[in-house]
């Protein structure tokens, strides 16, 4: 099945107008989520080999992951429930590890 390339660039010469191009119409919305996916991996991974603690690598990487969701819904490179999954997340993983 041939795809269609025309349409990536979205009348725009932007770098920004790429991404969500290639986002929307080759990868049918699954760019952003697996980046965000792939980039929580690292991080947890970067954070349990630093802290050996499992409970803050998930915070951390949670809040994190959160922020950037932000950033990446900003660009619609996301859906509003990946958002709102990781912020879900963000809080759970931060009660769950408070201590009081």
């Known amino acids: 099945m041939p795809y269609n390339l025309t349409g ?3 009348n725009g010469t932007t770098v920004i107008n790429f991404v969500q191009g290639v986002n929307n119409n ?3 919305g699954w760019l952003g989520i697996l980046f965000l ?3 929580i991996i690292v991080m947890f991974m970067a954070f349990q080999r630093s802290t050996q ?3 803050k690598s998930m915070a951390a990487c949670a809040f994190i992951a959160f922020g950037l969701a ?3 819904r900003a ?3 996301i859906p509003d429930l990946a958002m709102f999954i990781t ?3 963000a ?3 931060i009660a769950f590890t408070w201590k009081s």
Request: proline share 0%; no cysteine; hydrophobic share 65%.
């Open 8 to 10: 990536i660039s979205q």
């Open 26 to 28: 080759l990868m049918a």
């Open 37 to 39: 996916i792939g980039v």
């Open 53 to 55: 603690d499992v409970s």
């Open 70 to 72: 932000l950033f990446m």
């Open 75 to 77: 660009l619609s490179l």
């Open 87 to 89: 912020l879900i997340a």
């Open 91 to 93: 809080g759970a993983t």
